[in-house]
């Protein structure tokens, strides 16, 4: 028998977010390390923020919905806000109610700039890390090391020569820029936004951009992120991000490592 194509919704809702996501989703067993490694951040997220005044977005949905953004590669925050707000699974893991609403990006993006800016995201991840060494998921022994580009948040018209005087733009907000029969490079020239970014590529035949070097440290068991630092991309910077990244490890115990011809 055929059934009818009813389109009146149900007016209420008995099934609460936690009963609509299966038991065996892989989110529960990250949900559960997360919430394990926020927990033991408790105090430093009580002497971030001030004792009276309104009350913020709660820090441990902040990096829950930051986490969210990563592991599923949303595009942008206002992407992910449009998600978070129809998705019943985004909206558990981040711990929100399914009649809650979900926050204004603006304020969500300078209430997560904020946290991020107290090198919180780095001892989020090493309370996860401290979580799989209690495991034995982790190797003391044997790393892999590599680095990539990062492009920076600067334009290429904002790299301009640093003796010679800059003439008002036509357009503050888009000046036109003419580098015909110009050399740049990173002696002669700096970005006016962001003057650590210095000019590099990826390879032989590839454009030039405005980056840093990020370098990520794994160990070899399960391939887990141990260590990562970002440098001004100088040319040199991998080879000293992976030296001083092997030096943090904790022990004296014989070490080997991994790396590419870069």
Not at 140 to 146: I, K, L, M, Q, W
Request: with cysteine.
């Amino acid at each position: 028998m055929r059934g009818t194509d009813h389109q009146q919704a149900d007016m209420y809702s008995y099934l609460s977010p936690e009963m609509r996501v299966r038991a065996d989703h892989p989110l529960r067993a990250i949900r559960a390390m997360s919430d394990k490694a926020l927990s033991q951040m408790s105090a430093r997220f009580d002497e971030m923020y001030a004792k009276t005044g309104r009350p913020s977005i709660p820090p441990e949905k902040l990096l829950r919905a930051q986490l969210i953004q990563m592991l599923y590669t949303v595009r942008s925050e206002r992407l992910l806000m449009e998600e978070i707000d129809y998705s019943v699974l985004f909206r558990w893991f981040v711990g929100m109610n399914l009649d809650e609403p979900v926050w204004d990006v603006t304020v969500f993006t300078k209430n997560r700039n904020r946290l991020l800016e107290g090198d919180v995201a780095r001892e989020f991840l090493s309370e996860v890390l401290s979580q799989a060494r209690e495991k034995n998921l982790t190797s003391d022994e044997h790393f892999t090391v590599d680095g990539t580009l990062l492009e920076a948040c600067a334009s290429l018209k904002s790299f301009q020569r640093q003796d010679q005087k800059q003439d008002p733009p036509d357009d503050p907000g888009n000046p036109s820029v003419d580098f015909h029969g110009e050399k740049r490079s990173n002696e002669t020239h700096q970005s006016t936004t962001d003057p650590d970014a210095m000019l590099a590529r990826k390879g032989n035949g590839k454009e030039a951009k405005l980056s840093f070097n990020a370098n990520l440290l794994t160990e070899n068991r399960n391939g887990l992120v141990v260590n990562a630092e970002v440098f001004q991309a100088n040319g040199t910077a991998e080879r000293a991000a992976a030296l001083m990244m092997m030096e943090q490890l904790p022990g004296a115990n014989r070490l080997t490592v991994g790396a590419d011809k870069g």
